[in-house]
């Protein structure tokens, strides 16, 4: 059975920082298209992040951001076995819903190049995080 579990959500002041966890059980997230999401109350969930898997010649595939968060928000490329991380900086009150990480379930799998929500089989229950003063 395939969990992830997403941890790392606080209060933070604008222009903070924040690292968020999510780890996996049942699958080796190196292999599989991996992605991070938002949602806030009322509104559409939005994506954050998108890794394709590791196709076994270098340590993660291709990484795509959404533009709100380019040049502010990283996924590390050297990540604990089978955890992800999400580093947030410069954070703004924008960036304050949940945030939830989603795996594919199909093995060597890649981002959906119009929706990175499409083809994850597995989500986490997600972890709030606050930007407020």
């Known amino acids: 059975q395939v969990q992830l579990v997403e941890s790392g959500g606080d209060l933070v002041q604008p222009g903070g920082s924040l690292r968020l966890s999510c780890a996996a059980s049942g699958l080796t997230l190196d292999y599989y298209a991996i992605g991070w999401f938002r949602q806030a109350p009322g509104k559409e969930r939005e994506g954050v992040a998108c890794l394709n898997s590791n196709d076994g010649t270098y340590t993660w595939g291709d990484t795509f951001y959404a533009e709100s968060v380019k040049g502010r928000f990283i996924v590390p490329r050297q990540n604990a076995r089978n955890t992800v991380f999400l580093k947030m900086i410069s954070m703004m009150p924008a960036d304050t819903p949940i945030y939830y990480c989603?795996?594919?379930?199909?093995?060597?799998?890649?981002?959906?190049?119009?929706?990175?929500?499409?083809?994850?089989?597995?989500w986490g229950k997600g972890t709030p995080v606050t930007v407020s003063s």
């Open positions: 989603a795996a594919s379930g199909t093995y060597g799998s890649t981002c959906n190049a119009i929706d990175w929500s499409y083809g994850m089989d597995y």
